[in-house]
């Protein structure tokens, strides 16, 4: 069974799933370890973790989708990975799409931002038009296909921006549109309100996905009540950059004094690393064991 394969089998339940974002591999590995069935790379705590720089188009391809393979080799559940705006042109897309596949990541979101793209709660966002949007869906799709031919899988996560400039009623119609081009998931962001979130929930088919950014603009609600209105992932983008941020300043500042509150116990520590799973296998080994 496929990454892709695992991913379709999550979007095929009734319920919404809870996505923790990750940043790096050993916040991937703390989701997995907490038993959480998949997790997305945040574009955003990926960009401030990996080049301490705002979500603004400043990593390349390159860099991202090298910080998607770390993050895949750490864990085994479906990572989806964020393929911006497929850094150019439709060909680019396509070379996007076949790169996160290729690092292991069980679909890609491809969004319909003018480059360099931003953050979708910052100010400043703009879209393509239509048809370069629907070109870059189209040329994902091909791949996609291409890489099914090939023995290899990915799904598609088509994302819209459209609501920010032209209204929720042309970001419907672009997500509709994605869907109509073979888009697997649907995404559309920074609905105001709920009943925003429930026009797109009702106006889209397929499996949606619902981004709650704390103190965004999308209204942040329980799980149940996301899967009520017709959401099938629930994306937390933040929630782990913010806490670690905030225990590493309350650390640093806490030093001044010679206090360290809050850290993790030395052993724990350890064993979510992968100190002791390590030790335990490198025991089948004389070269490799502890003296």
Same mark, same amino acid.
């Given at each position: @069974? ?33 038993? #959480? ?68 990541? =069980?679909?890609? @979101? ?51 921006? =459209? ?45 949606? @996905? ?44 806490? @030093? ?22 390590? #030790? ?12």
């Amino acid at each position: @069974m496929t990454q892709a394969d695992r991913l379709r089998a999550l979007l095929a339940q009734d319920t919404c799933h809870i996505m923790p974002c990750c940043f790096d591999a050993l916040s991937a590995k703390l989701i997995s370890q907490e038993g #959480y069935a998949l997790t997305f790379m945040s574009g955003f705590a990926a960009s401030a973790s990996r080049i301490g720089a705002p979500d603004l188009g400043l990593m390349s391809y390159g860099e991202v989708v090298d910080q998607a393979r770390n993050i895949t080799e750490a864990i085994d559940i479906p990572l989806i990975g964020d393929g911006d705006t497929g850094y150019g042109n439709a060909m680019n897309v396509r070379r996007t799409v076949a790169g996160f596949a290729k690092a292991g990541c =069980a679909a890609v @979101m491809i969004e319909d931002q003018l480059a360099p793209k931003r953050c979708g709660h910052t100010p400043g966002k703009a879209v393509v038009g239509r048809d370069e949007a629907f070109d870059r869906i189209r040329a994902a799709v091909d791949e996609r296909t291409r890489l099914r031919e090939a023995g290899g899988d990915i799904l598609i996560l088509a994302r819209t921006d =459209a609501r920010h400039e032209h209204g929720l009623s042309e970001a419907i119609d672009r997500a509709a549109r994605f869907a109509e081009l073979g888009a697997d998931i649907l995404f559309v962001e920074a609905p105001k309100t709920v009943e925003e979130m429930t026009q797109v929930c009702q106006n889209l088919p397929g499996p949606k @996905m619902a981004n709650i950014v704390e103190g965004g603009e999308t209204p942040d609600l329980p799980v149940a009540q996301l899967h009520e209105i017709g959401f099938s992932l629930a994306a937390y983008p933040l929630s782990l950059m913010a806490a670690a941020m905030n225990a590493m300043v309350t650390v640093l500042r806490g @030093m001044r004094d010679d206090t360290r509150p809050g850290q993790m116990d030395f052993t724990e520590l350890r064993r979510r690393i992968g100190f002791d799973s390590y #030790y335990d296998t490198s025991e089948a080994y004389a070269s490799s064991r502890r003296s």
